[in-house]
């Protein structure tokens, strides 16, 4: 397997450094985007292969756009909150997975999300 590089955003700064440092024992490079208008400049940049992204402040809408701009990323939404109308919503316009931001849920829903991606 190449190289995987991974954006993360997350609105709270103390669980994106978490994130990031769990991330980073199993990806070969972390990237902090500070605002969700920040992530697709730095999908960009650093050529990511997967993004995780806040849907409690960045929505649906930001998914579709990723998926969109970038249509081989792995996009997986972290939210606070079982939403099953946003979860449902985010996956039906190109999430791989939504889970809850807590450091093994997050590395387990990248795994399952590349899996996915690489399958379709």
Not at 43 to 65: M, Q, T
Request: proline share 4%; with cysteine.
């Amino acid at each position: 397997m190449a190289p995987l590089s991974v954006v993360l955003y997350q609105n709270d700064p103390r669980t994106a450094q978490t994130l990031a440092v769990s991330l980073s024992q199993h990806f070969d490079s972390v990237h902090l985007a500070g605002t969700y208008q920040e992530v697709s400049p730095a999908v960009a940049r650093h050529r990511a292969g997967v993004v995780v992204l806040d849907l409690e402040i960045s929505g649906s809408g930001e998914v579709e756009r990723l998926h969109q701009e970038f249509p081989g990323l792995c996009i997986v939404g972290t939210h606070r909150l079982a939403d099953d109308k946003l979860w449902a919503e985010a996956m039906s316009l190109g999430a791989s997975d939504i889970c809850e931001p807590r450091n093994d849920d997050v590395v387990q829903s990248v795994l399952r999300g590349l899996t996915r991606c690489a399958a379709a």
